[in-house]
């Protein structure tokens, strides 16, 4: 059996469009409240429940892989990844339709929990701005062979990832009372 060998040339590639949609998604995230509502002639009100559920899929199948890899199954390994990717890429697209739908849902939790929803939602926000890049490198790593890198990369990128898909379900339940609609 031959070994796999590093695609050093791809790897190069991939990590200019990485970085090009990392640039993309930090402007596009950090503008939409700004941006007038473009879609404000459709009914997207379902589309938070589908983002988060799409969330904590996320999580689950990250859960899988970290199972899968652990058992040595390298291929439904690299299968969860690739489909946790897909899903996470799929709440990327309903999150900004939905945000450029409407305007932000205002918290109206009082006491310990408004203090406790600030600082996951802070953390949450601060984590997946920062991970995002790394997520696509981790990936491109093991993409382009190159076991070790990818390895040494995911060891923490992993978590901080769970972290957001974890957390963006649970703020989601935190706030929802507090949609107009509901």
């Known amino acids: 059996m ?9 790897e190069k590639k991939l990590n200019r469009i990485a970085w090009a949609v990392t640039v993309v998604v930090i402007i596009l995230v950090s503008t939409m409240h700004m941006m007038p509502k473009f879609f404000s002639g459709y009914n997207f009100t379902f ?5 988060s559920s799409l969330n904590a899929l996320t999580a689950i199948i990250l859960i899988a892989a970290l199972y899968f ?11 969860a990844m690739t489909l946790a990717m897909v899903i996470s890429a799929l709440f990327m697209i309903g999150y900004v339709v939905y945000h450029l739908t409407y305007d932000d849902t205002k ?21 997946a701005g920062i991970i995002f890049p790394f997520i696509l490198f981790t990936y491109i790593r093991a993409y382009t062979n190159q076991f070790a890198k990818h390895k040494k990369m995911a060891k923490w990128v992993y978590w901080v990832w769970l972290y957001v898909a974890v957390t963006g ?6 706030i929802r009372p507090y949609y107009p609609w509901t």
């Open 2 to 10: 031959t070994e796999l060998q590093p695609n050093i040339q791809l």
């Open 47 to 51: 589309l938070p429940a589908v983002y």
């Open 69 to 79: 890899i652990k058992k040595g199954n390298m291929e439904k390994h690299r299968a």
């Open 107 to 127: 918290f109206g939790g009082e006491g310990a929990i408004r203090y406790v929803y600030f600082f996951m939602l802070i953390t949450h926000i601060i984590a």
């Open 169 to 174: 379900p649970v703020l989601f339940l935190m």
